[in-house]
């Protein structure tokens, strides 16, 4: 993973990681890893093809999902956010993929 520093997009935002990886969930450390968590997980999503870094499975994978679950344990709504965030984001990589399926992937787990 290479780190960007000093780079500014032409609409003024500053990319965190190369790949894309850079928009990880509010309380994350530079490495992506929730305060007191004591490690980054590895499955991450594969851009531009939203796959599991860690299992390659479509992301988010069930490891991932549960993860999730215990990262925003105590903020539902944050999640919901986030991964609404990220449908839009896989909305715009996956065209080919039916909204109605990335819709159950990315937000139909969320309770």
């Known amino acids: 993973m290479r780190w960007l520093s000093g780079v500014v997009g032409a609409d003024g935002a500053v990319p965190v990681l190369a790949g894309g990886l850079g928009d990880q969930p509010a309380g994350t ?6 305060s007191g968590n004591s490690g980054m997980t590895t ?3 594969v ?4 796959s ?3 299992c390659g499975a479509p992301w988010p994978c069930r490891t ?3 993860e ?4 925003f344990a105590d903020a539902p709504m944050s999640l919901a956010l986030y991964m609404g965030s990220q449908f839009v984001r ?3 990589d996956l065209t ?3 909204a109605g399926t990335l819709h159950r992937r990315f937000l139909g787990w969320l309770r």
Do not use: K
């Not at 851009?47 to 939203?50: E, F, G, R, S």
């Open 68 to 71: 999730l679950q215990a990262e």
């Open 52 to 54: 599991c870094g860690g």
């Open 96 to 98: 080919w993929a039916p």
């Open 64 to 66: 991932r999902r549960t």
């Open 90 to 92: 896989a909305a715009e």
């Open 29 to 34: 450390d530079e490495h992506g890893a929730l």
């Open 43 to 45: 499955h991450g999503p």
């Open 47 to 50: 851009l531009p093809i939203w």
